[in-house]
């Protein structure tokens, strides 16, 4: 290779042209693999490929064989309607004979040319103008045969040409669909055309559902199957309800139309249902057809109050016999069992009001206590019956092994015993004992709440303690019905009252957990109620009573005492202190037994404050109570002097003030002192400032001098600020009159002058002042 340049630099140059070319070949590669992600991205692709289309070519395609199709069918209808009386008979079959034909002999055709969705539309097309010459052979051969008649044989005989057909071309899908819709019409319609009634029509709508469940089990074709089970739920519904219908009017003709439904219903369930959710509602409606078939002609034998329980005793048996029998699936059984619950749920609804009436009626009393009246019943002739139809359902539930079940059967035998005495109209002793008795099961169950849900599957640790809430609500309500009831007389109004009592003791003593203190309460009401009794007995006054409610206080004391840490104790004490609370209300119209009872209920908290674990509170409130006692005893004795009232306070507090700086030397002054000198201080200077005579001012000026004196000499700061602005404001209050006199006398161009004086006064010693109010309030500051 010859060359003109050194070696050297030729080299260069090579070597260069070599990086140029390398660069250049890298910009090519980056660009091919783009071009080849664009190529492999369909996103990417739509620009270069063009845009999509908005519809495939075979969805074009139906769309114009659709339009096609209908097209053709309104211009067929059109002809028919229109043309037909311009044609003779000859030419009216020949013109649908050879449209007719070639409609449903060209799909053949297209089917092997495979252009199948041109042959559906020609095959629809086809179908429509069967329907057409039917119409036409109606109009121009057999105008006097009845619409229904004709219109049922050619329902008939259009449905069984469509199913030859559609079995002759498999692969058409609308022909054998429609011969299913279209055989739905024969057999109603032949019965309306022979004046059949609702019975009659109810069992050709059967039999056609019938017919289609055994359509929609032979038939492989799933357009073909879905279709006969759309019909066939229409249809049976139809029939049902029917059913259902008649049965109320004649229940005798509608039973075996029930039984047959419900024999098609389990056949449907058990054959075709899909689903286990499909087969137990399918169970369930076979079983309100089966109750119904059953009730109806219960109803014609049995006196009208039996009509319920009739239909409530059926459902009992179909969920007793669903639960019980060997060898039925699942989903029936469950559909059964649910049919008969949602009837006996229906009946319970019939024969609750009598348990509402028993619960609430008493409350709604019109006579006065102890008048020995009694309140007439809210319910008057309801049939006797319905307690039967309680006890059914609270038998029925308890008979299932649930914890739900036996809450619900607990619930309902409560409220048959609540209502039992209304529906027949038991004598008020009877009632007041069933009352009374009813509340001691309910009790009952909440002490042993375990027996109601022992060997239960499900039942949890937490299920006994809200079977025992349960209980515990219910008969605390019936108490409630038995303590109103007892206001009718004296005697049972003791009578009710005492056993209250000892079925609340009962529960406080056997019961557990927060049950027990419920109880406990409860029973402290009680005896509360007895003592409330005798009081009204004796004829005492409002006043007098209260002082008697201290006994339950007093008792409920004792019994703490007694019961000393447990927890059951808490509960008693506090329910007696309520009632305390209650007979001070009773006494405050008269302020002298008002003071005697805060004086008794101090005496009472101060022996509570003898044991320990009371002491902090019991002491406390015993204080409290004998300071009121004595205010509303100087208040009875008309005392205005505020000392009188304050004094009483002021120097415990202090007392407990200086134990506790004993205690704690860091304590604060206004924490040991300042509440006990501003009860006393505060109230005195008030009653001081209206007060034209001397004795008091003259008093409260010394004592707060002395308040003062000890807090510059302890240095404690609430008694030198309190002391201090007592005895100002005490000074200013006697100077007061002084300075009023000699301002009245000065001329009224002195005053201005004054304060202006005073004014440059501090203004040229404003720094000293501050510096004065600084360390005045820094010695406060370190004072306690």
């Not at 250049?24 to 992600?37: E, G, I, P, V």
């Not at 006994?464 to 008969?475: D, F, I, R, S, T």
């Not at 009794?533 to 006043?543: E, I, K, N, R």
């Not at 008697?548 to 004792?558: E, I, K």
Request: net charge positive.
């Amino acid at each position: 290779m010859d060359s003109s340049l050194p070696p050297a630099e030729e080299l260069v140059l090579v070597d260069r042209e070599l990086a140029r070319l390398d660069a250049h070949r890298a910009r090519l590669l980056a660009r091919r693999d783009w071009l080849l992600r664009v190529l492999h991205t369909p996103a990417a692709a739509a620009p270069v490929a063009g845009p999509r289309p908005e519809a495939s070519p075979r969805g074009a395609q139906n769309v114009l064989l659709t339009l096609g199709g209908v097209l053709l069918a309104v211009a067929a209808v059109a002809f028919t309607l229109v043309s037909w009386g311009s044609m003779g008979i000859g030419g009216r079959a020949a013109v649908l004979g050879a449209v007719t034909s070639a409609a449903l002999l060209a799909p053949v055709a297209l089917l092997r040319k495979g252009l199948r969705s041109t042959a559906e539309s020609v095959a629809a097309l086809g179908l429509a103008l069967t329907l057409l010459d039917a119409y036409a052979l109606h109009r121009a051969a057999l105008p006097e045969t009845g619409v229904l008649a004709y219109t049922a044989i050619a329902a008939a005989v259009l449905a069984a040409g469509w199913a030859g057909y559609g079995a002759a071309l498999p692969r058409l899908r609308i022909p054998l669909p429609a011969a299913v819709v279209t055989a739905q019409l024969p057999l109603p319609l032949g019965v309306l055309a022979l004046d059949g009634g609702p019975l009659s029509l109810a069992w050709a709508t059967l039999a056609t559902a019938a017919l289609d469940l055994a359509t929609a089990r032979r038939t492989a074709p799933a357009p073909v199957r879905i279709t006969a089970l759309v019909t066939a739920g229409t249809l049976g519904g139809a029939a049902l309800v029917t059913g259902l219908a008649l049965s109320a009017v004649t229940p005798l003709r509608a039973a075996p139309l029930l039984l047959a439904c419900a024999a098609v219903l389990l056949y449907a369930a058990v054959r075709t249902a899909p689903a286990a959710v499909p087969a137990t509602g399918l169970a369930g409606f076979a079983g309100l057809a089966l109750t119904a078939a059953a009730g109806g002609p219960l109803r014609e034998v049995l006196p009208g109050g039996w009509t319920v329980p009739g239909y409530a005793g059926c459902a009992v048996l179909l969920a007793a016999a669903a639960l019980r029998l060997p060898r039925v699936p699942e989903a029936l059984r469950r559909g059964l069992a649910g049919a008969g619950g949602l009837v006996l749920a229906h009946a319970l609804m019939w024969a609750l009001p009598p348990t509402a009436a028993g619960l609430l009626g008493p409350l709604a009393r019109t006579t006065a206590p102890w008048s020995g009246a009694h309140a007439d019943p809210v319910l008057t002739s309801y049939p006797a019956t319905a307690p039967l139809v309680v006890l059914l359902a609270a038998a029925a539930l308890a008979a299932v092994p649930r914890p739900w079940a036996r809450c619900g059967a607990l619930v309902l035998a409560w409220a048959l015993l609540t209502g039992l005495p209304v529906a027949p109209g038991l004598p008020y002793p009877a009632t007041v004992a069933l009352t009374l008795l009813t509340a001691a099961a309910a009790l009952t169950a909440a002490v042993r709440p375990a027996l109601l849900v022992r060997g239960l599957p499900g039942a949890g640790a937490g299920l006994p303690g809200n079977v025992a809430w349960l209980g515990l609500g219910l008969g605390f309500a019936s108490a409630l019905t038995a303590v109103t009831l007892g206001l009718d007389t004296r005697a049972a109004t003791f009578t009710v009252l005492g056993v209250i009592l000892a079925l609340l003791a009962g529960v406080a003593v056997l019961a557990a957990g927060a049950v027990r203190l419920v109880g406990a309460c409860g029973a402290v009401l009680a005896a509360a109620g007895l003592v409330g009794a005798g009081a009204a007995a004796a004829q005492a006054a409002p006043a007098t009573a209260g002082l008697l409610l201290l006994a339950v206080p007093a008792g409920t004391a004792g019994l703490g005492a007694w019961l000393r840490r447990r927890t059951v104790a808490v509960a008693v004490e506090a329910a007696g202190a309520a009632v305390g609370l209650c007979a001070l209300g009773l006494t405050a119209g008269r302020p002298a037994l008002l003071a005697l009872a805060l004086a008794l209920g101090g005496v009472l908290a101060a022996a509570t404050a003898v044991r320990p674990e009371r002491r902090p509170a019991a002491s406390w409130t015993a204080a409290g109570l004998f300071l009121a006692a004595s205010w509303v005893r100087l208040a009875a004795w008309e005392v205005t002097a505020p000392e009188a009232y304050t004094l009483p306070v002021t120097v415990p507090a202090l007392v407990v003030g200086v134990l506790r700086r004993r205690r704690d030397p860091d304590a604060s002054s206004w924490t040991a002192y300042g509440p006990g000198l501003a009860v006393t201080l505060l109230p005195s200077l008030m009653a001081a400032w209206p007060d034209p005579g001397w004795t008091r001012p003259l008093l409260l000026g010394l004592g707060a001098l002395a308040v003062t004196l000890l807090g510059a000499r302890f240095r404690l700061q609430a008694l030198l600020l309190l002391g201090g602005t007592v005895l100002a404001l005490d000074g200013l209050h006697e100077l007061a009159p002084y300075v009023a006199q000699v301002v009245g006398a000065l001329p009224r161009w002195l005053p201005p002058a004054l304060a202006g004086l005073l004014l440059l006064a501090v203004g040229a010693t404003y720094e000293q002042r501050l510096r004065d109010a600084r360390r005045l309030r820094e010695r406060l500051g370190r004072m306690r």
